[in-house]
């Protein structure tokens, strides 16, 4: 895991519950480690900005192409490049959605508030193990500079997350596929009878050997892609805040969450047909939100950047959302979305 220095300070603390920190020369480093990590049976977890982001992206498509498990944390900042690094933003959405070479799609979750960060990341754990696919998690300098009351949780209480590794005597083979989730077997190497090789060249559907063929690159292409989607049918769905249909429904993600609240719950008191459904997971889309969507007649969708969500429902579900779009490197407040949503109201 590639941190800054009191990050890594305080994980280190806890090398007796066997977690290992390495701060590295450079991002390209700290990814490399964190999947060698996953290849040899370990979680391997790297965090930075956007711009950290764009340096691991090679190595990204080398963790969806070997299908290993690794959460990638992007604590978005305001850019491009270096832009105003203590300020907030949330343009790295399409970055996290596209910004890797050929098909490689990456299930992404976003945090809403600090203590949802310790929820988002036991997730993001959970389903890079279940789906052996590397996530992309979500946050931003909002979330990392916040602060919020937490009940720490009952450990026994969490749900369960299970290895799916092969057992001893069965015939393993790399590239078999878990009949639900499309994930293949956890082989740790060194292992008996579970020898096998990993690298980005396309692999043979259920061997791994190296493959040219056409139509097996576009098997295996469709089989990532259809991996990423199941993991609709296995995580939460979010409810809808408000009433089913309405006047103005507004999808949000990631740190606008309490600003959306709020201003809902005003509008709602004031008798204004408003609604809320809030996007934890970005990839795959809520199984129900094209249901949501037609039922009312407008969509808004607030972010800190130029529409880049927006962007995304537009072309996923063929409706015209609209956008209100701020990127100052501050947060959107309560009274001007108002203002914005009893326009559109009243229009």
Known sequence: MRLNLVSLKILAVYKHFGVKTLQAEDEIAAIGAAIGASFAGNIGVTATSGPGVALKSEFMGLAVMTE??????????????????TKTEQADLLQGM??????????????????????????????????????????????????????IPDLDALPQITINSPKEGEDFSPYARHSETLARKWAVPGTPGFEHRLGGLEKQDITGNV?????????????????????????????????????????????????????VEQLRKEGKKVSFYHLRWINPLPQKLGEHIKRFKKVLIPEINTGQLRQIIRSTYLVDAEGFNKVKGQPISASELKAVINKMIEE
């Not at 978005?76 to 690094?85: D, L």
Request: hydrophobic share 40%; with cysteine.
């Open 211 to 263: 493959s040219y063929d056409p139509d097996n690159h576009d098997k295996m292409v469709r089989l990532r892609a259809e991996k990423v989607q199941r993991i609709g049918n296995f995580v939460e769905q979010p409810e809808i805040y408000g009433y089913p249909e309405g006047d103005v429904l507004i999808i949000s993600w990631g740190s606008t969450y309490g600003t959306v609240l709020t201003t």
């Open 68 to 85: 290993l498990p690794l959460v990638v944390m992007n604590i978005q900042r305001s850019g491009p490049s270096t832009g105003m690094p």
């Open 98 to 151: 596209f910004g890797r070479s050929g098909e490689a799609p990456i299930p992404i979750i976003a945090a809403q508030s600090p203590s949802d960060c310790f929820n988002i990341a036991f997730e993001a754990v959970r389903v890079a193990v279940q789906f052996m696919t590397p996530v992309l998690v979500l946050s931003d300098a909002y979330l990392a500079n916040g602060a919020e009351p937490w009940k």
